[in-house]
Nanobody, 114 residues
Framework: QVLLAESGGGLVQPGGSLRLSCSAS????????MGWYRQAPGKQRELVAG???????NYADSVKGRFTISRDNAKNTVYLQMNSLKPEDTAVYYC????????WGQGTQVTVSS
């Protein structure tokens, strides 16, 4: 079973930046499309950015132009660079396959507030 561990969240002011990392266990990471998801209080979990096994990214309209997803298959890691952060980006961020399966990690809290 693949284990996922997210890190890099924190408190940032509007307009600031954060870089999230997600480390995955297992030798099959490279074959999976991966995604970053987020869940805000009282809302459903949503996919904000995905990346195919070959490195092609896709983004939700709400983050397009501000977030960049990337992956390093040698390190079994997927990243999310978040720029121009807004208060509405506040959420717990998770990574998983796209579409998701298996156990979710603990997530990492991102809070955008002045």
């Amino acid at each position: 079973q693949v284990l996922l561990a997210e890190s890099g969240g924190g408190l940032v002011q509007p307009g600031g930046s954060l870089r999230l990392s997600c480390s995955a266990s297992g030798s099959t990471f490279r074959i999976y499309n991966m995604g970053w998801y987020r869940q805000a209080p009282g809302k459903q979990r949503e996919l904000v950015a995905g990346i195919t096994s070959l490195g092609r990214p896709n983004y939700a309209d709400s983050v397009k132009g501000r977030f960049t997803i990337s992956r390093d298959n040698a390190k079994n890691t997927v990243y999310l660079q978040m720029n121009s952060l807004k208060p509405e980006d506040t959420a717990v961020y998770y990574c998983n396959a796209d579409p998701p399966h298996g156990r979710w990690g603990q997530g990492t809290q991102v809070t955008v507030s002045s």
